[in-house]
Each structure stands twice: as C-alpha cells, then as structure tokens.
C-alpha cells in the first residue's frame, strides 16, 4: 500500500472514528432527556396527592355506604385502574428502550475503540512509511534520482516478466 492510500484511510478511519462519537453523544442527550422525563413524572405524579379530582371525597350525611360505594368509590377505583395500566405500559416501554439504548452505547463505544486501535496501527504504519520515504529521498540524494529511477524500473519490469511466467506456468 502507499503512503497515499494509507493517508486516505487514516482520514477515513479518523472520519468513522468521529461519527461515531457524535452517535454516542447522541445517545447520551437521548438518555438525559429521558432522565428529565423521569424528574417531570415525578413532578406529576405529586398532582395525585393534591388534585381534587384524585381525591376521595367524604361521603355526604345521607349518603348510603351502598350508594356511596357504587356512585363514587367503584368509579374511582376504576379510574386508579386505567391510570395504573397506562403506567405500567408506559414504564415497560421505557424501560426496553433504556436498555435498548445502552446496548446501542456500548456496542457504539466498542466501535469508538475499535476505530482507535485502527487509528494508531495506521499513524503508526503512516510514520513508519513517511521514514522509509525519508530514507529512500537520502538514497536519490547519494546515488542520484536517475539512476535510482533506472533501478526501480528494472526491478519493477523483472517483476511483471515473473508474474507473466507464473501465469503461463499455471495455465
């Protein structure tokens, strides 16, 4: 590989190593924003203590437990229940999505790293390359860049002549 190929996808690396930080930032505002959904639920669920409408009233003076019980306290009962199976549903939902989210978070950051590694083994590879280029620039300089340039031709044209006998050998 090249210098310029390697350049290219240490940029490419570098460029996926940074979406995918973005992701996770994304992810993590997600996760607040669920976190201040949480905090403003729990400031509703205070209007259940206070609300008039949540609260029993005392039966009137000539009020029947029987009538009491069917026209108010049946009615309410029923209400507590509706509004228990709408949070409950609600709280399972939320509750796969956290862990849908922190599944997503982890194999996100496992990906970060992972570009990481790649990072560093092509800047590693890229400077490994740049001394080499180094080198090979001090050798132009000594031995004079045409004569360098004759040598490499011929080097590359025994290769192709080799290449040519290998697929004649094999067909």
Same mark, same amino acid.
């Given at each position: ?9 240490? +940029?490419? =690396? ?5 979406? #995918?930080?973005? !992701?996770?930032?994304? $992810? *993590?505002?997600?996760?607040? /924003? ?43 009962? +029923?209400? =507590? ?5 709408? #949070?409950?549903? !609600?709280?399972?939902? $939320? *509750?796969?999505?956290?862990? /849908? ?50 040598i490499i031709r011929k080097v590359k044209e025994q290769e192709r002549t080799e290449q040519q006998i290998r697929r004649y050998d094999r067909s």
């Open positions: 590989m090249d210098n310029q190929a390697l350049r290219q996808k240490y +940029n490419d =690396l570098q460029q996926n190593n940074v979406q #995918l930080e973005k !992701q996770q930032n994304e $992810l *993590k505002s997600h996760i607040e /924003q669920m976190v201040q959904s949480e905090q403003l639920l729990q400031r509703d669920v205070r209007k259940y203590d206070e609300a008039p409408e949540w609260q029993l009233p005392e039966p009137g003076a000539f009020a029947s437990a029987k009538s009491f019980r069917d026209k108010v306290v049946i009615p309410f009962v +029923n209400k =507590l229940k509706t509004l228990i199976k709408n #949070l409950t549903i !609600q709280c399972v939902r $939320l *509750k796969e999505e956290v862990l /849908q989210l922190r599944k997503e978070k982890k194999r996100l950051s496992e990906d970060v790293e992972f570009y990481k590694g790649k990072i560093k083994d092509m800047s590693d590879r890229t400077e490994l390359l740049q001394e080499k280029a180094d080198d090979m620039e001090c050798v132009k300089r000594y031995a004079g860049a045409e004569q360098i340039d004759t």
